[in-house]
């Protein structure tokens, strides 16, 4: 199984969409999961139950989900790499783990368009706040993200070039 991870914005459910669209891979995404499962958007759970109890289930699933070993392509959320034991459990499952790794700049510039459904940073006001919060919250993440056994930067990379430089890297073991 590969999975993706990295930042939000990293564009881990678009590319694991590609995926399947473009080479028939199957997928799911982490996110969409969760919210299919709790009935509730992820905005929805945050607000009604909290962010402590969305990193619970945000583990029971991610373990449902590796256990079940029914997708070929999992893009987890932003986060899930960072809590409980998931980044553990990536290794345990021996899956092909990618980092989407997107530079600063970029992040900035894509999430400040796309905040409103992102519980963690829907309330931040301008562009170099949010460039500040991104900047401390990577440097805290980097270290979970960076155990990926692929780390590919895409930053300057269009999608199509993202899927074939990760099916590259996961057939050439
Ligand atoms: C989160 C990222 C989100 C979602 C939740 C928390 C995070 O997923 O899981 O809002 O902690 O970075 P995306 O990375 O798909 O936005």
Redesign the pocket.
Known sequence: MIVLI?????G??SVAQYLNSNYSLSYC???DY?ENEEQKS??EI?EQKG?IY?RKI?NLYLKELLTQNRYQIL??????P??ANNSDLLKKFEVDSVYLKVDLDMLTYRLFQNKQ????ICNVESESQLKDFIRK?LFE?EFYYRQARYIINVTEMQIGEIAKSILNKVSSE
Do not use: A, N, V
């Open positions: 990295g930042y939000m914005g990293s881990k459910s995404d982490l996110d969760i992820i905005s945050f962010e969305f945000e893009s987890l959320g932003g986060g899930t960072c809590y459904d992102r519980p963690l919250h993440r």
